[in-house]
């Protein structure tokens, strides 16, 4: 075994730097501040719990030097992201909740549900990598009813909070993602169809769990492709005035519905400049309550809603763990059960549901026998024939049930039959769609 230069002088070599935004070593957290009135940068170290200070260089185990990011970074002095200056007593839970509260509701007109989930989820941010599973909100509606306003005022308050719009080219957005993490704050998420909006899919449905990076193909300097892993794991709070069409996307969504009531009249039209000095006080509280309760937060399985489907639990449940008003959390379960409910319905609308509802009335006619694929037919034109503009094939019915249910028909004494043995698939199917 040979020694290295350093080993035989005597030398140590120097700890690489790191710029570094946070970072997470055992049990210390590393954040950075940013101070707007001189200029500078800092990383606030927390070893145990509230106890912290502000240093230019904290060097880790594996022998790394965290540095914070330079003050001249554009994103930083620009302010596309928010950041501490530094931690202030954040109070306890309650109070904080509170203050922000009256912060949102001074400057935002939201209906009084969506605001305690708004409230809840700028607190989420702070504390999201604690948890294994995230939901995303949504403002939707026209324009001039208050999506960027009720934006600008949530994601001033957020961890990170990253400030981009549809007009943002999409590379930038996978970069700081992956390189700062934190909040995407993102306006006219309306995107054309396109490659940005492809690229932009692929963040929302893959940035609801760690773990579950966006590929993109890079060059490096000798003109080799590349392919790159992208984190995009973090909360997200989006505006629109549509849906997408991916309906898997759309469930992980809580979304309100912006201007459908009169604007109250005690929102200001114009906010106000002392609106940026409230929001960095309260960042600065945020800060301290991370540093305090990071290590404690674990998701309360009590938050669980039976008899809803497991992507709404998804969606929902870290929100939830972090919800103590008991009032609160029932209102914000029973608005996932009726939402819940509106998605059944959907389904019970569409054309595959149409035919499973007439597939289930096929099968409740028998006693324990194989359904005729012409049964079906028959019951399925009996409700929808006009409605379609005439009967409707047994062979229609039969790809329907192969390529819209996934069932599988087979010939039975010279007929087409659906077989007893799917039974259980359908079962399941049913319950899904609501028939």
């Known amino acids: 075994m040979t020694a290295t230069d350093g080993e035989r002088t005597g030398k140590r070599h120097p700890a690489r730097n790191t710029p570094t935004i946070s970072r997470i070593c055992g049990r210390t957290l590393a954040e950075l501040v940013y101070d707007r009135e001189t200029k500078k940068t800092g990383l606030v170290i927390s070893h145990t719990r509230s106890l912290w200070n502000i240093e230019q260089e904290f060097q880790i185990e594996t022998g790394e030097m965290l540095v914070p990011y330079s003050p001249n970074n554009n994103l930083i002095a620009n302010e596309c992201i928010v950041f501490p200056s530094k931690p202030e007593i954040s109070g306890d839970k309650r109070e ?3 203050d922000i509260q009256s912060f949102v509701h001074r400057y935002v007109d939201l209906s009084p549900l969506f605001e305690q989930i708004a409230v809840h989820y700028i607190l989420l941010t702070w504390l999201h990598d604690a948890f294994s599973e995230l939901g995303y909100l949504r403002l939707r509606g026209d324009y001039g009813t208050g999506k960027t306003r009720a934006l600008t005022v949530l994601g001033s308050l957020c961890y990170k909070g990253f400030f981009a719009s549809g007009a943002s080219t999409v590379s930038p957005i996978f970069h700081v993602l992956d390189s700062m993490g934190g909040t995407l704050i993102f306006d006219e998420a309306d995107l054309p169809f396109s490659d940005a909006r492809a690229e932009m ?20 300097r000798h003109k080799e492709f590349n392919p790159q892993a992208f984190k995009v794991y973090g909360p997200k709070i989006i505006a629109m005035r549509g849906s997408f069409e991916d309906r898997a996307l759309e469930s992980r969504f809580l979304t309100e519905e912006t201007g459908t009531r009169p604007l109250r009249d005690d929102v200001p039209l114009f906010l106000p400049p002392s609106m940026k000095a409230e929001a960095l006080s309260l960042r600065n509280r945020l800060l301290h309550f991370r540093l305090c309760n990071f290590f404690d937060i674990n998701t309360d399985a009590t938050a669980l809603i039976e008899g809803i489907e497991p992507r709404l639990n998804q969606t929902a449940l870290s929100l939830l763990s972090l919800v103590d008003d008991a009032d609160v ?3 914000i379960q029973a608005a996932l059960v009726e939402e819940n409910a509106n998605t059944l319905s959907e389904r019970r609308e569409t054309l595959e549901g149409a035919v499973l509802a007439s597939v289930v009335e096929a099968f409740a006619a028998t006693d324990g026998e194989n359904v005729p694929i012409r049964d079906i037919a028959e019951r399925f034109n ?3 024939r006009v409605e379609y503009g005439g009967p409707v094939s047994n062979r229609w019915i039969g790809n329907m049930l192969r390529k819209g249910l996934r069932l599988t028909p087979h010939k039975s004494n010279g007929i087409y039959v659906v077989p007893i043995s799917e039974k259980s698939k359908i079962d399941v199917l049913a319950k899904r769609m609501g028939v």
Request: proline letters at 7%; zero cysteines.
């Open 96 to 98: 904080l909740l509170a």
């Open 201 to 220: 899919v692929k963040v929302f449905n893959n940035g609801t769990m760690p773990g579950m990076p966006v590929l993109r193909t890079m060059m490096n």
């Open 329 to 331: 959390r029932s209102a």
């Open 382 to 384: 009996a409700t929808h």
